[in-house]
């Protein structure tokens, strides 16, 4: 079972530029969310979804989008990268639709840089 | 915000030796999840407890909870080296959210 798979593993992006962290699922997880990881900061709630075409966002929004038309993908984007998103970004999945209720289960994560 | 915050935030031992870490947080809870990472991977699912439970066990680990203190605690027995691994607590305060302390890095030397 591949579970949650994170692409790309590594990128390097200039400010301003735009890109989309892809999140895939296989579990048929109704919840997905995507944290973000910095050194002495824990995980960061960004944006969660509850099911296909329900988003919503959480601690920590400005600067990411989020959509959710599948229930088996969930992509965050970049409209325009910033030096502070620089972070380490993982993908969660839950087979609750409140998400919190139930075990998240981890994609390997996205190292960003934003030079 | 921060929710749960885990204490202490970094514990050395020796394999053989327990592990305790706890983790306090300040509003009511459903649930307390514990998960672990081992460098440069995702977070893994331990134990969650719900709120009407004092305590739980899964394998080596042990979880107790008191929500009348606000805290939790994660016992490692018997601890390996493969324990190595940051630890994290997580609640569930009835708002869709899993809320996320920021950590506790165990190193379990052989």
């Known amino acids: 079972n591949a579970g949650v798979t994170q692409t790309p593993k590594f990128q390097v992006l200039k400010t301003g530029q735009s890109m989309t962290l892809q999140c895939a699922q296989d579990?048929?997880?109704?919840?997905m969310s995507w944290y973000r990881q910095d050194p002495g900061m824990g995980l960061r709630l960004i944006h969660y979804?509850?099911?296909?075409?329900?988003?919503d966002q959480g601690e920590v929004p400005n600067g990411y989008n989020v959509s959710r038309s599948t229930t088996e993908d969930f992509p965050l984007r970049l409209l325009s990268a910033a030096p502070s998103q620089t972070s380490v970004y993982f993908c969660?999945?839950?087979?609750?639709?409140?998400?919190?209720?139930?075990?998240?289960?981890f994609g390997n994560g996205t190292r960003l840089t934003v030079t | 915000s921060q929710q749960g915050e885990e204490d202490p935030q970094a514990l050395s031992i020796q394999e053989g030796e327990n592990a305790t870490m706890n983790c306090s947080y300040k509003?009511?809870?459903?649930?307390l999840q514990w998960y672990r990472q081992n460098s440069g991977r995702g977070l893994v699912h331990l134990i969650l407890i719900r709120s009407n439970e004092r305590e739980k066990h899964s394998g080596r680990l042990r979880v107790t909870l008191d929500t009348s203190k606000k805290s939790s605690s994660l016992l490692i027995t018997a601890s390996r080296a493969a324990d190595t691994a940051s630890y994290f607590c997580?609640?569930?305060?009835?708002?869709?959210?899993?809320?996320f302390g920021k950590g506790n890095q165990v190193v379990v030397i052989p």
């Open positions: 969660a999945s839950s087979y609750s639709h409140r998400g919190a209720d139930s075990p998240l289960h």
């Open positions: 997580a609640t569930d305060n009835g708002n869709n959210r899993l809320a």
């Open positions: 579990m048929n997880h109704e919840y």
């Open positions: 509003t009511s809870i459903n649930n």
């Open positions: 979804s509850v099911g296909a075409g329900i988003t």
